[in-house]
């Protein structure tokens, strides 16, 4: 049984950074993406970013020039370096694999909480 396991997350002041990883434990192989939701009180889970195994990427508009995704595939590890973070992005933020061939699955991590105090 693959599980993702998130680490960084933590108490910041408004412009300051954070980075979050991901990393798997045990055999992953076929991951199409790798990416970054989260969820604060009373809203929808949000994508923040994505990457592909080929690595391209994609940001939600508030998180665009802000955060930038990255991975390491030999590692199937994924981190997410989060810049100028602003009390709104509060949330817990949870790592999401896609993976597989013929039959696509999703793996999501336990999250990590981020609080941004203003």
């Known amino acids: 049984q693959v599980q993702l396991v998130e680490s960084g997350g933590g108490l910041v002041q408004a412009g300051g950074s954070l980075r979050l990883s991901c990393a798997a434990s045990?055999?992953?192989?076929?991951?199409?993406?790798m990416g970054w939701y989260r969820q604060a009180p009373g809203k929808q889970r949000e994508l923040v970013a994505i990457?592909?195994?080929?690595?391209?990427?994609n940001y939600a508009d508030s998180a665009r020039g802000r955060f930038t995704i990255s991975s390491d595939n030999a590692k199937n590890t994924v981190y997410l370096q989060m810049n100028s973070l602003k009390p709104e992005d509060t949330a817990v933020y949870y790592c999401?694999?896609?993976?597989?061939?013929?039959?696509?699955?999703?793996?999501w991590g336990q999250g990590t909480q981020v609080t941004v105090s203003s």
């Open positions: 990457i592909t195994s080929g690595g391209s990427t």
């Open positions: 045990g055999r992953i192989s076929s991951i199409n993406t």
């Open positions: 999401n694999y896609n993976v597989g061939r013929l039959l696509l699955y999703d793996i």
